[in-house]
């Protein structure tokens, strides 16, 4: 392992930020041909920025940019958390801008397009934007990224330029930003109640004010993170191309929300005991929700986003149980969070390659998969695998944290034990119909659509191979790294 300065490190935080967008400027003043090549290249650049943190990273670390007295405005911290989240953001941003080089093109059977500038400029800033949310110390940096995240979301969503798609993108901008206002009633509390911005000082707040903050926080997770009471604009995002649906629903948009409350989590020195019932009440709910929305559907992108909603109900109920005491469930839910981006990518990449070659998405017309298009149906069976928690892939270990740190804290509190064995039901009911989907599509003769399939772009198919490779290998990055 090499070692750099910490000085450095953080220059290097700040540069994983702040390249994607001139990245985007880029790529404005130049003429569209140009536009993939460029994104490839900044993306490309801000992988190995991230990389070289990871190798170089020994300690954590905490620097201030902006500050006005003892008041923090902005700041980068670094620490293993940060750090692992980092990687798999601007990671998967590569990947899905490679992917993007072959699947935006006038061969793309289901959306034949040119690949316009615009849709690499918002990649771009989408990724330099998640990077600088994960890195930023105070709640005014959260914000801020927070916000540019939404404004991105909302214009690839509707990329397209259907009706649908922009009531789609209008709606996921204003469902967001509703929720928002949990953020900003955070920060300014923050400040009346310590002086400062910085996430660190919810530490020293009493027992009753890191309630209201850590709930308040909680409220703006909802909305990102698509979980009830805010979870409806995400099923209507699936208008956006399949490789921005990737990015919103694996390693972006979503996992915003999940971030922000793991990190208030992590510097609250404790969070009372009212967030947890709340969060894992709330989560449980969306849980059983989010299952039973599977049952109706049909297209495979609409069934990708209700089992997100439940996959981040998920962490969202690891992180919330971590607050009676179980640091195996929070480890667990932070390495959920870096497995299910891998494996959600790969399964919302498998359904575009699908779309791209066969014209359709919808599982009914899906057959034969594995005999026509075998890297398709490797993929298809690895991703569901995956995400429903089957070893040896990568989401069992994750969950098999969150459960067993469940269970040790259910010993003292009867009604966690209960959500604990209601969350494990849901995990073996989701492997059940994603078997049945798997039965369905992968094996037999091939249905029209699969019979006339078109050939995979030689872009889609390695970045699938790369993400077939992850869903069984995060689980042990993740694990070594949090240790």
Known sequence: ????PTTFLTFLALAATLVPFIGAAVIASLPREHAKWI??????????????????FGSDSHVVLIGFGQTEVLGLTLDRVS?????????????????????????????????????????????GAMAGLVFTSTVIGQLVFFE???????????????????????????VTHIA???LYVAAALLFIFTGTFAVTAIATLTASQKAIVLLAILVAAWGKSAQLPFHMWLPDAMEAPTPVSAYLHAASMVKVGVYIFARGLLSSGGAPEIVGWVGCTMA????????????????MKRLLAYSTITQLATIMFGLSISVFGSDLAFKGAIAHIFNHAFGKTLFFLVAGALSYTAGTRMLPQLRGILSRKPLLGIGFA???????????????????????????VGKDHWLLMVFVAIALLESVATFAWFLKWLGQC????????????????FTIQVVITVLIVMSVCSSFIAAWWLG
């Not at 330029?161 to 009531?167: G, I, N």
């Not at 449980?284 to 297209?299: E, K, R, S």
């Not at 429903?388 to 269970?407: H, L």
């Open 1 to 4: 392992m090499i070692t750099l």
């Open 39 to 56: 994104c490839h290249g900044f993306a490309a650049a801000t992988v190995v920025i991230a990389l070289v943190i990871a190798f170089a």
């Open 83 to 127: 750090v692992l989240v980092a990687l798999a953001v601007i990671s998967i941003g590569y990947l899905v801008a490679l992917y993007s080089i072959g699947y935006l093109n006038e061969g793309n059977r289901e959306h034949p397009d040119i690949g316009r500038r615009r849709f690499y400029a918002f990649l771009l800033i989408f990724i």
């Open 148 to 174: 540019i995240t939404g404004a991105c979301s909302w214009a690839l969503i509707g990329y397209y330029e259907t009706p649908k798609a922009l009531r789609s993108a209008a709606k996921a901008l204003l």
């Open 180 to 182: 928002s206002i949990g």
């Open 284 to 299: 449980i709910i969306t849980l059983i929700y989010g299952f039973a929305m599977y049952l109706p559907q049909i297209d």
């Open 382 to 408: 690895c991703a569901a695998m995956a995400i429903a928690g089957v070893p040896p892939f990568s989401g069992f270990f994750s969950k098999f944290a969150i459960f067993a740190g469940g269970f040790e």
């Open 442 to 457: 992968i094996p037999g003769k091939p249905s029209e659509a699969i019979a006339n399939a078109a050939p995979t772009p």
